[in-house]
């Protein structure tokens, strides 16, 4: 991932209505989805630590750390309070069977070998443990946004089913969100495309009025996935398990 749009987010994750209304949702999903508060929780890719910070504030009697590849971002994060070291998501710096929750929001489409990632997730979880993931959905949006982040993909539904067939996890819940505001997300990216536009799309903050109304868009998400799954959207989120027998 380009290193200076990584740090770039450290000045925008605690206002930029996508940030924002996904680390709601997230987690939201936790809390509906994890019956039991975990005491080892790792979030690979953590970046600069926003949502690492909300882990641990969420569940305060775990031990909440972070594993990330850029020195610049890891420093970020040291600053918020949180515990981060080194490590990338097909070489986790964990013992076999010791965490209880491994997050990885927006990672898995940076491995080029999903089997080696997920693999590690299911070598670190311990029997009953959880992880929980997202992803860009619909490779329809391909755009400059995913070859500037560095994607190897962008998933469907089926796709990431099949990706966590290669390893003996068992899916809880596998939904997509950011679903309202996909018609604005697909428009911005086909313009992208007619323009050649070679940046990233989406990641400047918009102006404070559009930025409150984009954010109550998409955190409204929350009420719809507490009533089922969503059909379609940019993002996809899933929820699978250690077999508590493995």
């Known amino acids: 991932m380009d290193e200076r749009l990584l740090m770039s987010f450290e000045s925008i994750e ?3 209505w996508w940030f924002v209304a996904r680390r709601d949702i997230v987690m939201e999903c936790l809390r509906r989805g994890i019956p039991d508060a975990p005491e080892e929780i790792l979030e690979i890719g953590c970046g600069t630590g926003a949502f690492l910070a909300d882990l ?9 750390r972070g594993v990330e590849p850029s020195a610049g971002a890891r420093d970020a994060a040291r600053r918020l309070g949180c515990d981060v070291v080194e490590g990338v998501f097909d070489a986790l710096p964990a013992s076999d069977e010791s965490i209880d929750l491994l997050v990885a929001l927006d990672v898995l489409e940076h491995c080029e070998s999903e089997a080696a990632a997920l693999s590690e997730a299911y070598r670190v979880l311990r029997p009953g443990g959880h992880l929980l993931l997202t992803v860009p ?16 993909r962008r998933y469907t539904a089926r796709t990431l089913r099949a990706a966590l067939e290669l390893v003996p996890l068992e899916t809880r819940r596998i939904t997509y969100f950011d ?44 009420s719809l996935l507490r009533r089922g799954n969503l059909p379609r959207g940019m993002s996809l989120l899933l929820l699978a398990a250690r077999p508590a027998n493995a």
Request: hydrophobic share 45%; no cysteine.
């Open 14 to 16: 605690d206002v930029h």
């Open 137 to 152: 959905a619909m490779p329809s949006l391909w755009s400059s946004h995913d070859e500037v982040n560095g994607h190897y």
């Open 56 to 64: 641990a504030r969420a569940y305060p009697g775990a031990r909440a």
């Open 179 to 222: 679903t309202l505001l996909l018609p604005f997300g697909a428009a911005a990216r086909t313009l992208g495309r007619v323009v050649r536009w070679e940046g990233p799309i989406g990641v400047a903050t918009p102006a404070p009025p559009l930025n409150r109304a984009l954010l109550a868009v998409f955190r409204s998400e929350r």
